[in-house]
């Protein structure tokens, strides 16, 4: 294991998005700079965007919120996110989520900490590719054992439940991490499929672990006229407390708020105690004042307004940003079904811009941003050597459309420059 030049401390990797931005600024990028373009980054644009609800310019914190918030976060939080899942996804359903079946924490990445801290000695199934930060989550705690479930491209990046249950059955797996929609291809698993799914966890005792932070950023079978369409895994939860199945989210995508840093766990009340425990040495809890004021963002209405609009922005630069990618000669070999990237293939270009890594740092020149396809490859402690995602980038459609088309424009320049 490579160590530090002080002693005691072992060398980490940055994750891709954290890497890529690292050396764009080592050339000169600022977030503010109009000279670049971000096409790398992990997060929506943040501004307003036409039929979404006003966005937050102030806060009013109350002087009692200076305190510290419990560490599985404010009650009336909890309750307020189980109200949401149970009016989207359970009105039909005997059993209802309540606060004690919900866990706030500060991010994405602190909720999941939490779980993997809490997971015992189990084999841990996550798929390839995947979000980036996966890897360091996966390889830093040492109780369970990361086994990858690869997707493949002939399949469109899905996976059939045969399949799954067959990883379950022959690898001996308690668990199961993903995104859904995954982060970087954009598919998705829903209805009967991710219905079986759940069957599967019920079934063979083995948990799944559900990241949804791009829940609402849905483009396939629309609903009617006005009626965004959201997938939760909460929809196929049959009994709350013996279903095991974790659900992760919060206001950094689906709401567009990043630097608000709020997320919740939904679970079983014996995992969110579990993993409130870990989060009492962990982290201590998330920002007292901003669980406060997230608040009305859950409100049914609102949420609806905001998927809504969100929705009709995001397709229109998915559809803008595959066009533009195909026409280059870039292959989009799945479109996405969710999130705002695009998983983007190369080796039909000259060399050397065939290799996400090497076309990454050319076109840096052109100060546009992107992030190579083998960050994905979720590694834990490198105990692969090869990748079969050196020839793909992952390119974002989160910034606003001028930006996007400036991005593209660079990414356009980079190619006739090897032509």
Known sequence: MPYTTIPGFRKLSRTGVIYVTD????????????????????????GHIEGAPPRIKALHINLDLHEYSPVAGQKKLRQKVADLYNYLYRQ???????????????????????????????????????????????????????????????????????????????RGLKAILMSNPCNPTGQLVEGKTLQ???????????????????????????????????????????????DPVIIVDGITKNWRYPGWRVSWTLAPKEVINTITNAGSFLDGGASHPI???????????????????????????????????RNMGIEVEAEPQGTFYVWAKLST?????????????????????????????????????HSRFNQYIRISFGPNLSELQRGLDAIERVIKRHK
């Open 291 to 325: 669980q406060n004021e997230i608040l009305s963002m859950l409100d049914p209405d609102y949420v609806i307004q905001n998927a809504k609009a969100l929705q009709e922005c995001f397709s229109i630069k998915r559809k803008y940003t595959i066009d533009r990618l």
């Open 23 to 46: 050396k764009a600024i080592q050339k000169g990028f600022e977030p503010n700079n109009k000279d670049w373009v971000n096409l790398g980054q992990g997060a929506p644009e943040t």
């Open 349 to 385: 270009l000259p060399e050397p811009i065939n290799d996400g890594m090497h076309f990454f740092e050319i076109a840096l020149e052109e100060k546009v941003i992107t992030v190579p396809g083998i960050f994905f490859d979720i590694n834990p402690e490198k105990r692969r050597t």
């Open 196 to 242: 079986q799914m759940l069957e599967l966890a019920r079934n063979y005792k083995c948990t799944f672990i559900l990241d949804e932070f791009y829940s609402h950023y849905i483009y396939t079978n629309k609903t009617a006229i006005g009626t965004p369409r959201m997938v939760s895994a909460a929809e196929y939860v049959e009994d709350i407390e013996h």
């Open 92 to 170: 039909d359903k005997k059993t209802q989520y309540s606060w004690e079946n919900v866990s706030i924490s500060g991010g994405g990445r602190v909720a999941l900490t939490r779980i993997a801290a809490a997971l015992g000695n189990i084999n841990l199934g996550h798929f390839l590719p995947d979000y980036t930060a996966y890897e360091e989550l996966l390889s830093v705690f040492k109780a369970f054992m990361p086994i990858p479930i690869l997707y493949d491209a002939a399949h469109k990046y899905q996976i059939s439940i045969e399949y799954i249950k067959n990883e379950i059955i022959g």
